[in-house]
């Protein structure tokens, strides 16, 4: 069984920071793609930044330039640093795995930007 787990989110000011955490109960490597998905209130959830098997990144525009997603292969972890946090950048943060044909979800962590 394949688990992810979120982790990081909280309460930020308008120009602040915070770091995701997803973490795999199994190797990363497994995955073809590993992703970090938002879903605000009444809308759509939709790609934030994605990180391939070779290592290739992808972003949003909108958030180009302030977040970055990496990974740790030796702690099966992916992350997402955020900086110049915005309060558009609220929503429920979630982590996705790609196994060939199956996408793995994470359960979701909140992340609010307000003064």
């Known amino acids: 069984q394949v688990q992810l787990v979120e982790s990081g989110g909280g309460l930020v000011q308008p120009g602040g920071s915070l770091r995701l955490s997803c973490a795999a109960s199994?190797?990363?490597?497994?995955?073809?793609?590993m992703g970090w998905y938002r879903q605000a209130p009444g809308k759509q959830r939709d790609l934030v930044a994605s990180?391939?098997?070779?290592?290739?990144?992808n972003y949003a525009d909108s958030v180009k330039g302030r977040f970055t997603i990496s990974r740790d292969n030796a702690k099966n972890t992916v992350y997402l640093q955020m900086n110049s946090l915005k309060p558009e950048d609220t929503a429920v943060y979630y982590c996705?795995?790609?196994?060939?044909?199956?996408?793995?979800w994470g359960q979701g962590t909140q992340v609010t930007v307000s003064s």
């Open positions: 996705k795995g790609t196994m060939t044909s199956n996408d793995y």
């Open positions: 199994r190797s990363i490597f497994d995955f073809n793609v």
């Open positions: 990180i391939r098997f070779f290592g290739g990144t």
